[in-house]
């Protein structure tokens, strides 16, 4: 069964930091990686999805990377603002033929930016 | 922003009544999902479909049942609600094409008295 852990679980950091949210997966056999993003009382905004041939994504000042032979990817935010204070959540979709459209979530960090 | 709607959006309900929530789409996609999301447990799958009328259970479906009669509607139903099932629930949708990417609803807060 696919495991996602993400650590930290909360990271508060000054304006202008840069800084890296990571994820951990159990099985290596992934169709792609998904990062989301969720404001308080929100649903969830889709950041950037990694294919699992891909080793790095970018927008804008998101940078996601993947390696899956050791079953991590990290989420790196540039020159942090306010505005990024979010819950950041990672989620992993298996390859397994017809379950190619389920994702498992990882807990998610809760990033706080202070000005 | 994908076309995706729940109703309601808050709903207040006692124990051992039926409860539906929807999920409305107007991306014509072929997959929706039902998740509920809770604190410590992160979000979790309760039912998906892959077509009119296709579902099948996640990993959490016991006391939900899903039904899917048009493209655009995907309805949840509690057939008789407890207090275990207090929750955020979200919908999600994607297109079932190369990458599968999901897109999800603003959720509905459920709780259940």
């Known amino acids: 069964k696919q495991e996602v852990t993400q650590i930290p679980a909360a990271l508060s950091v000054p304006e202008g930091e840069n800084l890296v949210l990571n994820c951990s997966f159990t099985?290596?056999?992934?169709?792609?990686l998904q990062w989301f993003r969720q404001d308080p009382g929100k649903g969830l905004t889709s950041l950037l999805l990694?294919?699992?041939?891909?080793r790095e994504q970018t927008s804008g000042r998101l940078n996601a990377s993947l390696d899956k032979s050791s079953g991590r990817s990290t989420l790196y935010i540039a020159a942090s603002q306010p505005g990024d204070s979010a819950t950041y959540l990672c989620?992993?979709?298996?390859?397994?033929?017809?379950?190619?459209?389920?994702?498992?979530f990882g807990k998610g960090t809760l990033l706080t930016v202070n000005p | 922003d994908a076309g995706i709607t729940q109703s309601p959006r808050h709903k207040v309900t006692e124990t051992g009544t039926p409860v539906t929530l929807r999920c409305h789409q107007t991306?014509?996609?072929?997959?929706m999902y039902w998740y509920r999301q809770d604190p410590g447990h992160g979000l979790r799958l309760i039912h998906y479909?892959?077509?009119?009328?296709?579902?099948d259970k996640g990993e959490v479906s016991d006391g939900y049942s899903v039904s899917r009669s048009k493209t655009e509607d995907f309805l949840l139903t509690l057939e008789s609600a407890t207090s275990s099932q207090t929750s955020v629930y979200f919908c999600?949708?994607?297109?079932?094409?190369?990458?599968?990417?999901?897109?999800f609803g603003p959720g509905t807060r459920l709780t259940v008295t």
């Open positions: 991306e014509n996609h072929r997959y």
């Open positions: 099985d290596s056999a992934i169709y792609n």
């Open positions: 990694i294919q699992s041939s891909q």
């Open positions: 479909s892959y077509g009119v009328k296709d579902t």
């Open positions: 989620a992993v979709r298996i390859n397994s033929g017809g379950s190619n459209y389920k994702l498992t």
């Open positions: 999600a949708i994607s297109d079932g094409q190369v990458l599968y990417e999901q897109y």
